[in-house]
């Protein structure tokens, strides 16, 4: 059986991006929100019955809580590098399980996001 679980976590961090025309070349602050799907095969399933535990969200944001992320990322640290990273990181762990991942500059109401992964089947 496949499931597909959800959870999402909340950071704040600084960025620029470099040469860009507007006003984001200046250092500014986010409050990043990020989105997680996992989806994987029930026979993935640990001892515990678990596919991917929801505090791994946790592991995935802390080392950028209250950073600039020019000095974490090797790329512009735009909505869609992040989504890479986190993409990557997840990747390297667990390369049997499919990801989605959704990152949002702001958890305000306007709602601009990028998102990215691995294809689900609907």
Known sequence: M???LYTEGF???AHFIPEH????VSMHVHSWKVCVWVQGDSKNLNNQGILWDFGNIKTLI???DHQILNNILKK???AENLVEYFYDNLKEKQPELKFRIR????TLSRQSY???GDSFNA
Not at 21 to 24: E, N
Not at 103 to 106: I, K
Request: overall charge negative; aromatic content about 8%.
């Open 2 to 4: 496949e499931l597909t």
């Open 11 to 13: 950071f704040d961090a």
């Open 21 to 24: 025309p507007g006003k984001c």
């Open 62 to 64: 802390e080392p950028l």
């Open 76 to 78: 512009a640290p735009t």
């Open 103 to 106: 990152v949002y500059e702001n």
């Open 114 to 116: 990028c998102e990215g």
